[in-house]
Nanobody
């Protein structure tokens, strides 16, 4: 079992960059694929990016390709989301989630694919 905790959100201007972190302390972090989702005000939560347990494979929503990069450091039990060229429409609460490798060989892009969720961190991009 893991308990993700996100950090790194904030208020930035359009075109700026932010790096979100998601720490999941424990000795089993490497047993989980990790994903990032976001929820904008008044909208459903949506998939942003995901990474397999070892970091070999990554997956992105079309709207963040070439701008966002997901990575992980299993020695630090942390997954990152580097966000560049931010746009006002990227505003939202960003949450990370963990999916046990015992249940799937890929991270998944649906909320129901994931077993554990963090509380989220707010990202606000002003125009």
């Amino acid at each position: 079992q893991v308990q993700p905790v996100e950090s790194g959100g904030g208020l930035v201007q359009a075109g700026d960059s932010l790096r979100l972190s998601c720490a999941a302390p424990g000795r089993t972090f490497g047993n989980y694929h990790m994903g990032w989702f976001r929820q904008a005000p008044g909208k459903e939560r949506e998939f942003v990016a995901a990474i397999t347990w070892g970091g070999k494979n990554t997956y992105y929503a079309d709207f963040v390709k070439e701008r966002f990069t997901i990575s992980r450091d299993n020695t630090k039990n942390t997954v990152y989301l580097q966000m560049n060229s931010l746009k006002p429409e990227d505003t939202g609460v960003y949450s990370c989630a963990a999916r046990a490798t015992s249940s799937a060989i890929r991270p998944g892009t649906r909320e129901e694919d994931y077993d554990y969720w963090g509380q989220g961190t707010q990202v606000t991009v002003s125009s």
